[in-house]
């Protein structure tokens, strides 16, 4: 939240921002003094003192110094818990940290100078914990706040007792957490409490604290395990943009002009009145919403935020629909204006919605709303890649895949952005892929790699979802986990971040291994063995919902068949490393476990691999796996592949698990047929989402990263392009266009732009070009032909 004396201030301050912000939001990491990475930091964590650390508590720490130069360079590093907003002269520069744990806490490096003047200059922050609040994401030790300067020049900002801090009374916390959310609570300000100014340079602090001293910031791996194990952040800083509400969808008790969305029409809303207004944003969005008001002393504004509207019978229906439908909100922030002039309320962390709606309620001053909009906000993806076809409708996927990409990443990869904001590793293996392929970013998909890598229990299994207060174990992402590693050992040549990885893996599978009975397939699983939102028998699996039959009880083949894949993965990438003898060991294992499952869970009668060895339960999933697997291959795997589509009696898939049904669809030779598959997420274009869902109708999330996979698929699948080799240092492009009639792509490999053009000749010739970046050698295959291609332009005639 913050204050501004006039309108045309905070406009120019808007201008301001928006310049700026390539600058302000870089990470200078490799500035960063070496001693910081290595020693003792002469900085020190600080708190307030006479609170508790662990409660929900808001803090404003300050630090004014002077200096006698402008200077050209001022690095400084900065950490928080739970989270803080720094400011310089009353300038927002950074937000962070970096979500982590309290092992790897993240620390952001960033060069000040700018912001800086000869003389007096404040160095402020705003930090806070929710305390039992706080969302599940969110590991913490206690309130605290630390700053180090790089050198000597920057020692005089080193956080210490020459810092000040105040607790601000203005925020009330909530009386019991979300029951729908666990992405933390909404805000309440009491705008008669705020101390408004606080970031700026000649506020008054002089009734401040001295802060209280916890000990110095000590960096990982130094010394002797402490509080917070400092590591640099190491994703760039979040995008922050303005972001105007495109529409008023109706209003109760007051008319909104037009221009009212453009800044330029206030409302005006008498004293002693109650006003709805309900806004549509048009889409999907991440962002923090910002209102500007004036009087309205002691009136109540509430802002509430839905990913859609639901009607009496609490189905949402067509998204774009409003008529006899209301809010689904499942949190709200509320701001109680003091009566002054021109000030301003925005949470302290991110909203989504595309819905948003303001509840007013004034006594005895009249109010006016002068503005409302929003700070759109996501990691700061690129797209760099594009995909254009014949078909139209392509487009339309394309574009809402990508939003629900861009709306699922933040400081880490999200499930969903509204309900949990967790990262999952069943979601961060398709999300990371679209980051490979649309944005040529892997800095991400390396940092969740990382992450889940420090998530391994002492059983030898990864946690599910991490970072996260409360650990929970889906045994099967473990083996997603490897799979993610092994994409990224094909997509980038970078042998050392993956050998890192090497004792992790041997941990997961070895833990797997124990749990072979004696029919050498997997017995009785303990946890949540996940594997899709699927429904039928698996219903009896219950109350862990999306679990196999066979998962319990023993004897499995999905998730036997999933330990198959990853010990096949693994056995190429100790191949890679050297270790001949493990790889060996995971292929022999892989053989027998795939052999057994085989024997015992194969029906000839239905021409299907059952779930179970009682051949009572069939599903797509398991031969999908079968396929995966190699269990099958050439004519047989596409017969088999047949039978999956054709025979509605088999558990069908969801959303998540089509990515690895198309998958299996191109192992069996039947790629072409991938885009007379894609109706799943044309409904949902139709229903008027502008991002894909979780599940099919009904579903709970409007947007979930796992539901994006055709942006990857169109790309790596129906254009073709694909790793020949490890490190992507050779491409094999092999198109697979179905029913178009030409198609045109483009993506960024490491060496630089792969470009294919392609246009259908008579039924079975194909006609185009591509063109490669220059130490990128591949080959282009069509059906049963083969062409070499080398860097540079490549003509098609075929």
Same mark, same amino acid.
């Given at each position: 939240?913050?204050?501004?004396?006039?309108?045309?201030? !905070?406009?120019?301050?808007? @201008?301001?921002?928006?310049?700026?912000?390539?600058?302000?939001?870089?990470?200078?990491?490799?500035?960063?003094?070496?001693?910081?990475?290595?020693?003792?930091?002469d900085a020190?964590?600080i708190? @307030?003192?006479?609170?508790?650390?662990?409660?929900?508590?808001?803090?404003h +720490?300050r630090?004014?110094?002077?200096?006698?130069?402008e200077?050209?360079e001022?690095?400084?590093?900065v950490?928080?818990?739970?989270?803080y907003?720094l400011?310089?002269?009353?300038?927002?520069?950074?937000? *962070?940290?970096?979500?982590?744990?309290? =092992?790897?806490?993240? +620390?952001?490096?960033i060069?000040?100078?700018?912001y800086?003047?000869?003389?007096?200059?404040?160095?402020?922050?705003v930090?806070?914990?929710f305390?039992?609040?706080?969302?599940?994401?969110?590991?913490? $030790?206690?309130?605290? +706040?630390i700053?180090?300067g790089?050198?000597?020049?920057?020692?005089?900002?080193?956080?210490?007792?020459?810092?000040?801090?105040?607790?601000?009374?203005?925020y009330?916390?909530?009386?019991?957490?979300?029951?729908?959310?666990?992405?933390?609570?909404?805000?309440?300000?009491?705008?008669s409490?705020?101390?408004y100014?606080?970031?700026?340079?000649?506020?008054?602090d002089? #009734?401040?604290?001295?802060?209280k001293?916890?000990?110095?910031?000590?960096?990982?791996?130094?010394?002797t395990?402490?509080?917070?194990?400092?590591v640099?952040r190491?994703?760039?800083?979040?995008?922050?943009?303005?972001?105007?509400?495109m529409?008023?969808?109706?209003? !109760?008790?007051i008319q909104v002009?037009?221009?009212?969305?453009?800044?330029?029409?206030?409302?005006?809303?008498?004293?002693? %009145?109650?006003?709805?207004?309900?806004?549509?944003?048009?889409?999907?969005?991440?962002?923090?919403p910002?209102?500007?008001? %004036?009087?309205?002393k002691?009136?109540?504004?509430e802002i509430?935020?839905?990913?859609?509207?639901?009607?009496?019978n609490?189905?949402?229906?067509?998204?774009?629909?409003?008529? *006899?439908?209301?809010?689904? /909100?499942?949190?709200?922030?509320?701001?109680?204006?003091?009566g002054?002039?021109?000030s301003?309320f925005?949470p302290?962390?991110f909203?989504?919605?595309?819905y948003?709606e303001?509840?007013?309620?004034?006594?005895?001053?009249?109010l006016?709303?002068?503005?409302?909009?929003?700070?759109?906000?996501?990691?700061?993806?690129?797209?760099?890649a594009?995909?254009?076809?014949?078909?139209?409708?392509?487009?339309?996927?394309?574009d809402?895949g990508?939003r629900?990409?861009?709306?699922?990443?933040?400081?880490?990869?999200?499930d @969903?952005?509204?309900?949990?904001q967790?990262?999952?590793?069943g979601?961060?293996?398709?999300?990371?892929?679209?980051?490979?392929?649309?944005?040529?970013?892997?800095?991400?998909?390396? $940092?969740?790699?990382?992450?889940?890598?420090?998530s391994?229990?002492?059983? &030898?299994?990864?946690? /599910?979802?991490?970072?996260c207060?409360?650990?929970?174990?889906?045994?099967?992402?473990?083996?997603?986990?490897?799979?993610?590693?092994?994409?990224y050992?094909?997509?980038r040549?970078?042998?050392?971040?993956?050998?890192?990885?090497?004792?992790?893996?041997?941990n997961?599978?070895?833990?797997?291994?124990?749990?072979?009975?004696e029919s050498?397939?997997?017995?009785?699983?303990?946890?949540?063995?996940?594997v899709?939102?699927?429904?039928?028998p698996?219903?009896?699996?219950?109350?862990? #919902?999306?679990?196999?039959? #066979?998962?319990?009880?023993?004897?499995?083949?999905?998730?036997?068949?999933?330990?198959?894949?990853?010990l096949q993965?693994?056995?190429?990438l100790?191949?890679?490393?050297?270790d001949?003898h493990?790889?060996?060991?995971?292929?022999q294992?892989?053989?027998?476990?795939?052999k057994? %499952?085989?024997?015992? @869970?194969?029906?000839?009668?239905?021409?299907?691999? =059952?779930?179970?060895?009682?051949?009572?339960?069939?599903?797509?999933?398991?031969?999908?796996?079968?396929?995966l697997?190699?269990?099958?291959?050439?004519?047989?795997s596409?017969?088999?592949f047949?039978?999956?589509?054709s025979?509605?009696?088999?558990?069908?898939?969801t959303?998540y698990f089509?990515?690895?049904m198309?998958?299996a669809?191109?192992?069996?030779?039947?790629?072409?047929?991938?885009?007379?598959?894609?109706?799943?997420w044309?409904?949902?274009? $139709?229903?008027?989402?502008?991002?894909?869902?979780?599940?099919?109708?009904?579903?709970?999330?409007?947007?979930?990263?796992?539901? =994006?996979s055709?942006?990857?698929h169109?790309?790596?699948?129906?254009?073709?392009?694909?790793?020949?080799s490890?490190? +992507?240092?050779?491409?094999?492009?092999?198109?697979?266009?179905?029913?178009?009639?030409?198609?045109?792509s483009?993506?960024?490999?490491?060496r *630089?732009?792969?470009?294919?053009?392609?246009k259908?000749?008579?039924k079975? &010739?194909i006609?185009?070009?591509i063109?490669?970046?220059?130490?990128?050698?591949?080959?282009?295959?069509?059906?049963a032909?083969?062409?070499e291609?080398?860097? #540079?332009?490549?003509?098609?005639?075929?």
């Amino acid at each position: 939240m913050k204050h501004t004396q006039n309108r045309r201030v !905070q406009l120019l301050l808007w @201008c301001f921002i928006l310049l700026m912000l390539p600058s302000v939001r870089g990470q200078e990491q490799t500035k960063i003094n070496p001693s910081i990475l290595n020693g003792k930091w002469d900085a020190q964590w600080i708190t @307030c003192p006479g609170v508790s650390l662990t409660d929900y508590g808001v803090f404003h +720490f300050r630090k004014t110094f002077a200096l006698t130069t402008e200077p050209e360079e001022f690095i400084i590093h900065v950490s928080g818990d739970n989270r803080y907003r720094l400011f310089i002269n009353g300038t927002e520069v950074c937000k *962070g940290p970096a979500r982590g744990d309290l =092992a790897n806490w993240r +620390f952001e490096t960033i060069d000040i100078a700018e912001y800086l003047n000869r003389g007096e200059n404040v160095l402020a922050a705003v930090v806070w914990n929710f305390g039992e609040f706080k969302p599940l994401a969110q590991i913490s $030790n206690k309130t605290a +706040f630390i700053v180090q300067g790089n050198g000597t020049t920057e020692k005089i900002i080193n956080s210490g007792h020459s810092w000040k801090v105040y607790k601000n009374e203005a925020y009330i916390p909530p009386d019991t957490p979300s029951s729908h959310t666990v992405v933390g609570v909404g805000n309440e300000v009491d705008g008669s409490r705020y101390p408004y100014g606080w970031e700026l340079l000649g506020f008054n602090d002089s #009734g401040w604290k001295v802060p209280k001293v916890l000990g110095n910031g000590i960096p990982n791996g130094k010394f002797t395990f402490w509080d917070w194990n400092l590591v640099p952040r190491n994703i760039p800083f979040m995008e922050y943009r303005l972001q105007r509400i495109m529409e008023v969808e109706r209003a !109760q008790n007051i008319q909104v002009e037009t221009h009212f969305l453009e800044g330029k029409s206030p409302l005006h809303i008498p004293a002693h %009145s109650e006003v709805i207004i309900l806004f549509d944003q048009t889409y999907l969005t991440t962002a923090y919403p910002e209102i500007l008001v %004036s009087g309205g002393k002691g009136s109540t504004i509430e802002i509430s935020y839905a990913e859609a509207l639901v009607d009496q019978n609490g189905v949402k229906g067509n998204r774009n629909q409003i008529e *006899g439908k209301t809010m689904l /909100s499942y949190y709200s922030d509320k701001f109680h204006p003091d009566g002054r002039e021109n000030s301003s309320f925005q949470p302290l962390w991110f909203r989504t919605y595309r819905y948003l709606e303001l509840t007013i309620e004034t006594r005895e001053e009249p109010l006016i709303i002068k503005d409302l909009y929003g700070y759109f906000t996501a990691y700061p993806f690129e797209e760099k890649a594009s995909f254009r076809s014949s078909d139209p409708e392509l487009q339309d996927i394309w574009d809402v895949g990508w939003r629900t990409a861009r709306l699922c990443a933040g400081e880490t990869y999200f499930d @969903c952005p509204y309900y949990e904001q967790l990262q999952y590793v069943g979601d961060t293996r398709i999300q990371a892929l679209i980051s490979l392929y649309v944005a040529n970013d892997d800095r991400l998909m390396r $940092n969740a790699i990382d992450q889940f890598h420090n998530s391994l229990l002492p059983i &030898g299994l990864t946690q /599910s979802r991490f970072p996260c207060a409360e650990p929970q174990v889906i045994p099967t992402f473990s083996l997603i986990w490897i799979e993610m590693i092994h994409d990224y050992w094909m997509h980038r040549d970078d042998q050392e971040f993956v050998k890192k990885q090497a004792n992790g893996i041997r941990n997961v599978l070895f833990w797997y291994k124990q749990q072979i009975d004696e029919s050498t397939m997997l017995g009785p699983m303990d946890w949540w063995n996940f594997v899709d939102w699927s429904f039928g028998p698996w219903d009896s699996q219950k109350p862990l #919902g999306g679990t196999p039959t #066979g998962a319990i009880d023993g004897n499995s083949s999905i998730i036997t068949l999933q330990y198959v894949h990853a010990l096949q993965m693994a056995s190429e990438l100790f191949e890679a490393f050297g270790d001949q003898h493990q790889a060996g060991e995971y292929r022999q294992l892989s053989q027998s476990l795939m052999k057994s %499952s085989y024997e015992r @869970c194969w029906s000839d009668e239905k021409g299907l691999l =059952a779930d179970t060895p009682e051949k009572t339960s069939f599903s797509q999933h398991a031969n999908i796996l079968a396929i995966l697997t190699g269990m099958f291959k050439g004519q047989e795997s596409a017969d088999l592949f047949g039978r999956i589509l054709s025979d509605e009696d088999l558990t069908q898939t969801t959303l998540y698990f089509k990515f690895y049904m198309i998958q299996a669809m191109k192992e069996a030779g039947l790629a072409d047929h991938y885009l007379y598959n894609l109706e799943s997420w044309k409904e949902m274009i $139709n229903m008027g989402l502008t991002t894909f869902a979780e599940t099919p109708e009904p579903t709970r999330s409007d947007c979930h990263a796992w539901s =994006a996979s055709p942006n990857y698929h169109f790309l790596s699948l129906v254009t073709g392009i694909e790793p020949a080799s490890p490190g +992507f240092k050779t491409v094999k492009i092999e198109p697979h266009p179905g029913p178009l009639n030409y198609l045109e792509s483009k993506i960024i490999h490491p060496r *630089g732009e792969i470009l294919v053009k392609l246009k259908r000749r008579g039924k079975e &010739g194909i006609t185009g070009e591509i063109i490669l970046p220059e130490g990128l050698p591949g080959k282009f295959v069509w059906r049963a032909q083969e062409i070499e291609l080398s860097s #540079g332009r490549n003509k098609i005639e075929l």
